[in-house]
């Protein structure tokens, strides 16, 4: 793997992975493991607006790693990374810290964004809140996780590009002030846009219960599909807009018929077509890319030695790149004290 471009993708363990992550993200990190060097990092360090909730982070973690296997990543081509279990991720938090203007964080539109939302007043789920030190300084941490192991790539969806362009800029500095050790990562797009959640309202979001979690059963499937929302009221017998159907929205996303989703669109806005047969196509769609999931999730569940190497082996092999990594970095600063010098 050493020949082969570094691939860096990271997930905060929050909750159970949806189908919104494997369409924005995941999929695409099955394909990149079979054509590059892949390290899948679970950030536990970001879930700080969990830290009254340890256990549910660790069990987190395992659901997240359960998951990734569950889609077919391989722990034998890509590496399985748990984040806190190498210091080295905070230690170079810290120097890039040095480096890392307050404006730049200040700029970061996904980090006003969150803050805003904690800080909204009349919304239940944030309500008693305050921001933590730790998620404040949160992009700094990101930029770590993608500089340790000196990855040239990044797997995200589009909401994500500020982050890269806040980690390219400091690897930039760093490059030019002291010594020449990060490549500047690319963002890597994944090929469908953000989901909307099943209410309608919003992305879809864990926080929010508005998911369709990859291990969700095909029963559980097929209710939440029902429930979700599919545009303004109609008959099913009236025309409707496709742009104001998120059913569509999904079926873009998953159906492999392209055909048949064009033949729907064309006959909803012409003669109109059941909110009931547009439902039941995504249930299908959705249940039949989920089976094989859940096959391999069990087998898993079963025999969870086998998560558990996949995760201390991943995290071996990560390891063993950060603290290269921080060997170079030391070097750059001129801060490897006990190293005998010329003199």
């Known amino acids: 793997m050493a020949d082969r471009r570094r691939v860096l993708g990271g997930i905060r ?3 159970p992975l949806h189908i919104g992550h494997y369409a924005g993200a995941l999929e695409n990190w099955t394909k990149l493991q079979h054509e590059y060097d892949c390290y899948f990092l679970i950030a536990d360090y970001q879930v700080s607006d969990l830290a009254g909730d340890i256990p549910r982070v660790r069990n987190a973690t395992w659901e997240v790693a359960l998951d990734w296997l569950a889609i077919g990543l391989n722990p034998e081509e890509a590496s399985f990374v748990i984040e806190s279990s190498i210091p080295e991720h905070a230690e170079l ?3 890039l810290a040095w480096f890392m203007p307050v404006g730049m964080l200040e700029r970061n539109p996904t980090l006003k964004a969150e803050m805003e939302a904690i800080d909204r007043p009349g919304d239940a ?43 390219r800029e400091t690897a930039r500095r760093f490059n030019r002030e002291l010594k020449v050790i990060f490549p500047e990562p690319e963002a890597l797009i994944g090929r469908a846009p953000r989901l909307l959640g099943l209410d309608g309202q919003a992305k879809m979001s864990k926080s929010r219960g508005n998911t369709i979690d990859l291990k969700d059963s095909a029963d559980i499937v ?30 873009d996303a998953f159906d492999q018929d392209a055909a048949n989703v064009m033949n729907l669109k064309e006959r909803y806005e012409r003669t109109g077509v059941s909110n009931r047969e547009l439902k039941d196509r995504l249930t299908a769609v959705l249940n039949e890319l989920l089976e094989p999931m859940r096959e391999r999730r069990a087998k898993y569940q079963s025999n969870t030695s086998l998560v ?19 060997e170079m970095v030391r070097d750059a600063l001129d801060l490897n004290y006990f190293v005998k010098r010329g003199r």
């Open 125 to 167: 789920t944030t309500k008693g809140k305050s921001v933590p030190v730790a998620f404040y300084i949160y992009p700094v941490m990101q930029a770590a996780n993608i500089l340790l192991p000196r990855a040239h790539l990044v797997p995200v969806g589009k909401d994500q590009l500020p982050h890269i362009e806040l980690t």
């Open 308 to 326: 558990r190497e996949a995760l201390q082996q991943g995290t071996e092999r990560a390891r063993a790149i950060a603290q290269e990594t921080m």
């Open 13 to 15: 363990p929050s909750g």
């Open 93 to 95: 938090m810290t120097w």
């Open 222 to 251: 097929a209710r939440k599909v029902r429930g979700m929302y599919a545009g303004p009221p109609r008959g099913a017998k009236e025309p409707g807009t496709v742009s104001e159907n998120p059913v569509f929205l999904y079926l």
